[in-house]
């Protein structure tokens, strides 16, 4: 949570390479700071290195990489804005932050798009060169107004007016690169002010600049030149008047071990590749790009050295069929998608369900429906991924709950696939994918080996393809075993041999025997444990995916205000952990937050018979925890009546403005 | 794995390995195709071939999409996929990349292969995987009950164009050479070359799409009688020989000539025109095999054996070398050091 500390003053600390400061230092828990500018501004830069330095620093992170999903929108449009919030702290966090605590805003729209969410008497920087006239007009601002000169803005938040792009030509007078490279610095010259501001060493940044622009594109006078204008923005927040202060966020109390900072979508490649080791498979990688899920395929592709093999398909559907070849053949097929992606892959999903192949199907949801909001997050796929295909086709579902913990889900997947013969789909989101937090590396030796039976031919005794171990798993006979040599297809199959059969008996029994199936796979699921009160209590909030971390902290900060609040957090969907019923059953009243309206809510409706109550957002971003605190209120409080779902407008989750007013929507006489 | 020759020497198989016989490609299943399909001679031919050329049993994989003749797969005692329409060029590369030692066959149609499954073909072949293409092509839709094909004739008129198919067909081996097929030819399922014209794509390496004319006899029965008949099939076929002239008709009289622009011509032998003035077929000239492909009934006799093949690197094959160079640049893969790439910090206890 973002919540600062009370400062407390302290003696400077000295960090690497810089001189030691003369100004006060205000020792802080934790902070929120947020880059925003156009999204050819380098914002996603400038917050990936105050991410690195500072989880090597030693902080807890979480980050919130929000852009447009134009490559380059109108520049200087609200519509091209790109920011990126980091929350970094000294204890254990698990969301990017509800409010701002620093902004730097690299250009009016940047401001206007972000500054309401920066806390009464936050900091916000904002680089004043670009507060032109004409950038003015195309924020959307009226024809002769300024928002710097706004008394308004001057009361709410601490207002610091930088020449960032001025003070980096300076720094930079010298450089023989032309006025369009230099100008492409200024991220830096803000990244090294915030350094200064939160007291962070320079160095990772400087190694980074020097490997990147320095020796892979081997532009040596760029890394020197973004280098020189770094140090450059972190001695002006030294010299100059206009900051009375530096922060400091002390290290966090972590478990001992060899930590790095890791991204879901990242930490998904990592347990794909650590499962595929385990297995000893062949990882064989087959995708179509699609935002969020393509990072996924790109960093498996520069994984060729682990015997990885990626395959950029002509199209999802092609993807997920190779990839259900891929299993056919023998080893670990793979495919990753976004939302409408996943949608052209239903019926490959399904004849892999039919032909009870082991294939793992990402899914790293997005804003829809339709092409809907292909950058931002969602939780809205899980009704498709659930039931979107034609025919009775159960199959496995898990849903990651943090960046690192898609490491675990991957290998999961990967364990249960190859257990049953059944496709697995991982939901992960837009939120968790591109996220990042800290990451104790496990210890290989803790990793336990996956073990695959292959069928082999029995002297005497025909082949079956569908007989069924003690799990209900059918046979991986694959091709180039002698004796085994079989036809599997989408045509239903007898239930023994698995040769074409159109008996109505046989049917009836195949289609239970895929339910039984995937619901036996539950022996496997570890039961669910209670946050807050085993024996139960008021109010039970049940999550899922990658809304974890912002449930955590709303029940944290209730239970602290000694509210009976407790949660779950599910990251099998099916089949469900065992004791979820009895668990339900101990509360007087279930919530269920989610980013979709009301899925979840419907399945455990379904299953359950309970009355359970949502609260459903879908506006493009993770939860605020202040957002669920406002509903845990509401439903403690029995306020919400029969409304089966609440939703936050503006952050604001109130009874009044539950209903829309739809006049607003009609065309007006 | 049969040993595979050079492409000139394909008529040397290793017959030491033929210990397999065509009916030991059979499988248990009954063959359900209607009684006088076409289909039946192209599979007799094709348990011939794999037998002849010493494929094993465990090692072939055929796999199909929808359709008629998507059912192929069934009645081969070989491992099988019967896939989604249109999408077996999909699952054959799957199959390929994590075997690429498997003898991987593609069985479609026209409509399962050039409609619902063009995307496919067309990526199948210009990425040259080690995949043999049979299209039956029966220019119509069977299984759904005779509905107009993308290679039924202009106007075709069937119960979904009861006033003729306003749709331009396609030629699936324009199609196959403009995506890059290494190997593209034709047969006719009833014809006594059929078989040497699939031995042939058998022993090719590399992607291989061969057009099949084949006989619908319930809906679109005699569709190629011209290429099939006996009085007319001479005059209306003319087969391909590498490095010999085109000529065909009853009386081997006639024979196709390459006027000024470059465009064919059927011309009678003997007044004036010798054999060494017609147009010599080279299966290496890809825009040879393009303008044999635009040949059509009527005014041309249709060309019939191998149109085109090339010898090119196979995609799982170049898949496969780019991980053995990474892991010889890098050492023998190690999860240890993969988790631990990139920045770590140590928090000690």
Not at chain 1, 627 to 650: N, S, V, Y
């Amino acid at each position: 949570m973002a919540a600062s500390t009370p400062p407390s003053e302290v003696t400077t600390e000295p960090s690497s390479d810089v001189p030691i400061g003369s100004k006060p230092l205000q020792e802080l828990g934790s902070a929120v700071i947020r880059f925003a500018g156009d999204s050819g501004d380098g914002m996603q830069l400038a917050g990936t290195q105050f991410t690195d330095t500072s989880a090597l620093f030693g902080n807890d992170v979480a980050t919130l990489p929000d852009f447009p999903s134009e490559i380059r929108a109108p520049v200087g449009t609200v519509a091209g804005v790109s920011g990126f919030q980091i929350n970094f702290s000294a204890g254990d966090i698990h969301t990017p932050g509800d409010e701002v605590n620093a902004l730097i805003a690299m250009n009016p729209a940047a401001f206007k798009a972000h500054v309401a969410d920066v806390q009464a008497g936050g900091i916000v920087v904002v680089n004043e060169s670009e507060f032109t006239k004409v950038n003015l007009r195309k924020a959307g601002y009226p024809e002769g107004y300024n928002p710097l000169d706004d008394d308004e803005f001057d009361q709410k938040i601490r207002l610091y007016k930088v020449p960032i792009t001025r003070l980096n030509e300076e720094a930079l007078a010298d450089s023989e690169m032309n006025a369009k490279g230099i100008g492409r610095c200024r991220n830096m010259f803000a990244l090294g002010l915030i350094y200064w501001l939160y007291q962070r060493p320079l160095d990772a940044t400087i190694s980074y600049l020097e490997s990147y622009f320095g020796k892979k594109k081997k532009l040596p006078a760029v890394a020197e030149a973004n280098i020189k204008t770094l140090k450059a923005g972190y001695y002006f927040g030294e010299t100059t008047e206009m900051f009375t202060v530096k922060y400091h966020v002390a290290k966090a109390e972590v478990a001992p071990g060899v930590y790095r900072k890791i991204g879901g979508n990242e930490a998904m490649t990592l347990g794909l590749a650590a499962a595929a080791h385990l297995a000893k498979k062949t990882l064989i990688y087959c995708s179509y790009p699609i935002t969020p899920a393509t990072d996924v395929l790109h960093y498996l592709a520069a994984m060729r050295h682990f015997g990885i093999k990626t395959f950029q398909a002509e199209d999802e559907i092609a993807a997920m069929c190779s990839a259900i070849g891929v299993a056919f053949g023998g080893q670990l097929g793979v495919t990753g998608t976004s939302g409408p992606g996943l949608a052209l892959k239903a019926e490959g999903l399904n004849l892999a369900m039919m032909m009870e192949l082991p294939v793992i199907v990402i899914n790293v949801q997005r804003g829809g429906p339709s092409t809907g909001l292909p950058t931002k997050t969602e939780q809205s796929d899980l009704l498709q991924a659930m039931y979107g295909r034609n025919g009775d086709s159960p199959l496995v579902l898990l849903a990651a709950q943090s960046p690192s913990d898609c490491f675990n889900t991957a290998i999961e997947a990967v364990r249960i696939a190859l257990k049953y013969m059944v496709p697995v789909v991982i939901l992960s989101d837009g939120y968790i994918g591109n996220g990042a937090e800290p990451w104790r590396i496990p210890d290989v030796k803790d990793l336990k080996p996956i073990e695959v039976k292959h069928a082999q031919a029995v002297e005497g005794k025909e082949f079956q393809a569908y007989v069924r171990d003690e799990n209900l798993s059918r046979p991986w006979a694959i091709p180039g075993t002698p004796g085994l040599e079989h036809r599997l297809g989408g045509l239903e199959k007898d239930s023994l041999s698995g040769n074409v059969s159109y008996d109505d008996e046989n049917h009836q029994v195949m289609t239970d025997l895929r339910r039984l199936k995937v619901e036996k796979i539950a022996q496997d699921i570890p039961d669910l444990e209670i946050h807050g009160d085993p024996e139960g209590g008021d109010l039970l909030l049940v999550g899922w995916g990658g809304t974890y971390g912002s449930i955590l902290t709303a029940v944290d900060q209730a239970r602290a205000a000694d509210k009976s609040v407790s949660s779950i957090h599910l990251r099998h969907m099916n089949p469900l952990p065992s004791n979820l019923g009895s668990i339900l059953k101990k509360f007087k009243k279930v919530l269920v937050p989610e980013l979709n309206t009301g899925q979840f809510r419907m399945m455990l409706r379904d299953k359950f018979l309970v009355d359970a109550r949502g609260l459903n957002k879908v506006a493009g971003k993770p939860f605020l925890v202040n957002e669920i605190m406002q509903a845990i209120d509401l439903m403690l409080e029995d306020k919400i009546g029969d409304r089966q779902f609440l939703t936050p407008r503006l952050h604001k989750v109130e009874m009044e403005t539950q209903d829309l007013d739809l006049s607003n929507y009609m065309e007006q006489s | 794995m049969i040993q595979r020759d050079g492409i000139l020497e394909m008529t040397e198989t290793p017959t030491q390995l033929t210990v397999l016989k065509a009916r030991d490609f059979a499988s248990d299943q009954d063959v359900r195709w209607c009684p006088g399909c076409g289909d039946y001679a192209i599979l007799n031919q094709v348990r011939k071939v794999v037998a002849k050329i010493g494929a094993t049993k465990e090692n072939s994989v055929f796999v199909s999409g929808i359709g008629c003749s998507s059912r192929f797969p069934y009645y081969m005692d070989t491992y099988g996929m019967h896939s989604i329409h249109g999408r077996a060029p999909a699952f054959a590369s799957g199959i390929k990349m994590a075997n690429p030692e498997l003898d991987v066959w593609v069985i479609t149609g026209d409509g399962d292969s050039l409609s619902i499954g063009g995307n496919h073909l067309i990526h199948i072949l210009r990425r040259n995987f080690n995949v043999k293409i049979l299209m039956f092509n029966n220019r119509i839709y069977g299984l759904t009950k005779g509905q107009y094909s993308p290679t039924s004739e202009e106007g075709k008129r069937t119960k979904s164009s009861p006033m003729g198919a306003i749709d331009m067909p396609l030629s699936p081996l324009s199609v196959a050479l403009a995506a890059e097929s290494s190997f593209v030819a034709r047969a006719v399922d009833v014809d006594k070359n059929l078989g040497s014209v699939i031995e042939r794509v058998a022993m090719h390496e590399g992607s291989a799409l061969v057009e099949i004319y084949q006989d619908c006899n319930i809906f679109n029965h005699g569709a190629y009688s011209y290429a099939t008949d006996k009085d007319t099939k001479e005059d209306s076929v003319v087969r391909l020989e590498h490095g010999k002239p085109l000529i065909f008709g009853k009386d081997r009289d006639k024979g196709i000539w390459l006027d000024g622009n470059r465009k064919p011509r059927v011309v009678e032998l003997g007044h004036g025109i010798k054999e060494e003035d017609l147009l010599i077929h080279d299966e290496h000239d890809e825009s040879l095999a393009f303008l044999l492909s635009r040949m059509s009934h009527p005014e041309f006799p249709e060309p019939m054996g191998v149109f085109y093949q090339i010898k090119d690197k196979c995609y799982e094959d170049l898949l496969q070398e780019q991980v053995d160079s990474a892991i010889e640049a890098k050492g023998e893969p190690n999860l240890e050091a993969l988790l631990n790439a990139g920045e770590t910090f140590e928090v000690k206890a």
